[in-house]
Nanobody, 128 residues
Framework: QVQLVESGGGLVQAGGSLRLACAAS????????MGWFRQAPGKEREFVAA????????AYSDSVKGRFTISRDNAKHTVYLQMNVLKPEDTAVYYC?????????????????????WGQGTQVTVSS
């Protein structure tokens, strides 16, 4: 069992920055890839960013590439999402997720269907 708790959301003006954090507890955090997803009202949940368990491989959606940075601190059991140059279209509930499937290789996971555990989400609102 894995528990994920997101924090750091809020209201920010366009062009501003926020840093989301996702604290994990339960199973060994260091062994599995993590991801961030978001869901805007009336829309499906979409991929934002993902990171391998080592932190050495990352992936981003085209809409956030160059503006968002995913990172992790395995000693603190926490994954982060630094969001810069925020736009109104970034407004959504942001979720972190953990994929605990045993794997032989170091990977990033971009499909939400591959993730096993989800946090409760944190609201990010960007005003124009």
């Amino acid at each position: 069992q894995v528990q994920l708790v997101e924090s750091g959301g809020g209201l920010v003006q366009a062009g501003g920055s926020l840093r989301l954090a996702c604290a994990a507890s339960g199973r060994t955090f260091n062994n599995y890839p993590m991801g961030w997803f978001r869901q805007a009202p009336g829309k499906e949940r979409e991929f934002v960013a993902a990171i391998s368990w080592t932190g050495g491989i990352t992936a981003y959606s085209d809409s956030v590439k160059g503006r968002f940075t995913i990172s992790r601190d395995n000693a603190k059991h926490t994954v982060y999402l630094q969001m810069n140059v925020l736009k109104p279209e970034d407004t959504a509930v942001y979720y972190c997720a953990a994929d605990v499937t045993p794997r032989r290789t170091i990977v990033v996971v971009t499909s939400l269907y591959d993730y096993d555990y989800w946090g409760q989400g944190t609201q990010v609102t960007v005003s124009s």
